[in-house]
């Protein structure tokens, strides 16, 4: 994600486009490698948005948000197609990449070194007959559900 948002990252703040779980460890990712993330809301005219939820109204307002030339880093996997207004992207020479999930060793540095925390993010362990109960209304979204076995 951070090489997707290439010098944008270093001219100012970086949208983040989403809300629940995964647009809050964005937000600390970024912050833990020194940009100041923001939240998307309305004509912000950042340089870059990073989006965490992956439809049609979260592309809309990262396209808004968005400076002429701006970068969109699309982070999230959409189980179907999702609707994308080309037209808005090519007016603005809007630069979209698009980005797979980061290196699992420099997460797990990252993590190590102590500068994000993450422990809010995850539920308590349960057991896995209390399936229903950790993902009765919508939990997962706000924090990870971890079961234990044996």
Not at 44 to 64: F, G, H, K, N, P
Not at 108 to 137: C, K, M, Q, T, Y
């Amino acid at each position: 994600m951070l090489e997707a948002l290439g010098q944008a990252a270093s001219r100012g703040p970086v949208g983040v486009a989403g809300e629940g779980r995964i647009a809050e460890l964005t937000r600390r990712v970024l912050a833990a490698h020194g940009v100041e993330p923001v939240m998307v809301a309305g004509d912000c005219w950042l340089d870059a948005v990073v989006e965490t939820r992956l439809d049609a109204q979260t592309l809309a307002a990262s396209t808004a948000a968005l400076r002429p030339g701006g970068t969109l880093v699309l982070k999230s996997r959409a189980p179907e197609p999702v609707s994308l207004d080309v037209g808005a992207l090519q007016r603005r020479g809007v630069v979209v990449r698009a980005v797979g999930p980061g290196s699992f060793s420099d997460a797990v540095a990252l993590l190590a070194s102590g500068r994000l925390a993450v422990s809010d993010l995850a539920a308590a362990p349960v057991p896995p007959e209390a399936f229903a109960a950790a993902f009765a209304n919508g939990g997962c979204e706000v924090r990870k559900a971890l079961f234990t076995f044996g």
